[in-house]
């Protein structure tokens, strides 16, 4: 029987290890944290990680956590202006404390074998620290998968932005439950999601240099952000936080070449747009379901795993919606000119089409 070690049990991990267990791999999955957890994310799920669950037949698996159904997106410019645009194909809203516990728990059945809570500490060799009794285990898999979301391990680790992502739920939201929205503010934007329970994820990137001048407080900041967009902040007048504000760095890299062998990253590990197309996670799922894919195809047919040929697809996957999401972000974040473009597109719906063509929508 074929063996892989997932290194991180997020939406990627979870997803690989699901679809190559189900084709009758002897599976590892080691996740350092115990779940349920938050995690930094806009917590939208695209239609193309949907697209992933559905086929994997897992889609049944989040249906009973109620993800609220997101069918439009709208733009908010600092001075008021809006465009609204409807999704061709709807997305989920879903906290990743529901999702990833429920995608993780839907991995016991084909026999995963999990280790939670586990560090790796190495590739070469595979060290797994089990934090329970902080004992050491040795493993010899014939593929690594990493898909801690971060690369930590990888050789060629790409370096961090000067960003930061920045996300909490908030009850009572003002805004409709079936759109998610963008604000636009000074340098950066705000991007808003409805999820599960009534509640809502705010979550935004910010330049390190503005979190600095906040001296970290998020409170403060947050108040200024809805200082400079009256929508956002018509949203919020009446709406409270319910929990911890959480921030973390925020990568953006193209896929590498430079893989180590026997070893796939996955979804942030493998590459990293700007969020503010919602795409991270589905972009995730889909580029487990090809590795899986892969790997089972050239064990099957005892080949060698044609290593170019997935990292070709999954530089298709990412490229063009990188360069559409950094592009979308910069204008919206242009409190000079977003105005302008949002009316420009209000009355050129083909450039609509194009825009969400670009970034992974249609």
Sequence with gaps: MPDVTII???????????????????????????????KVCG????????????????????????????????????????????LPRPMWGLSRWAMDAALLDSNRDPGVRVLQPARCESLSPLVVRHLADNRLETLHPSWIIVADGK????????RATSDFGIKAHFDQVAGPRDAVELFGVQGHY?????????????????????????????????????????????????????GDWLASPLPRFPVSRGWPPRVIPLGNSAAALEPIGGEGMGLAMRSAELAAEALDQAHRSNTPLPIRRLQTDFARLWRTRR????????????????????????????????????????
């Design 190 to 242: 705000v991007g808003l999601a409805p999820i599960e329970s009534g509640t809502s994820n705010i979550a935004f990137s910010v330049p390190a240099a503005r979190l600095e001048r906040f001296r970290g407080d998020l409170d403060a900041l947050w108040m200024q952000l809805l200082s400079e967009n009256s929508a956002l902040a018509e949203r919020f007048a009446d709406a409270r936080r319910t």
């Design 151 to 158: 690369g930590a391990l990888l050789p060629d680790r790409p």
């Design 323 to 362: 360069l559409a999401c950094r592009t979308l972000a910069r204008l919206l974040s242009a409190p000079s000119i977003a105005g302008d473009l949002l009316d420009l597109a209000r009355w050129n719906e083909p450039l609509a089409r194009v825009a969400m063509t670009m970034i992974g929508k249609r």
């Design 43 to 86: 917590e939208s799920l695209s239609a193309l990680g949907l697209e992933v669950l559905t086929r994997l037949s897992l889609i049944d698996r989040l249906q009973p956590l109620e993800p609220a159904v997101l069918r439009s997106t709208v733009l908010h410019s600092c001075d008021g202006r809006h465009l609204s645009c409807p």
């Design 8 to 38: 991180g049990a997020g939406p990627a991990g979870a997803t690989a290890a699901f679809a190559l267990a189900t084709r009758g791999w002897d599976v590892t999955l080691i996740e350092q944290q115990r779940f349920p957890r938050d």
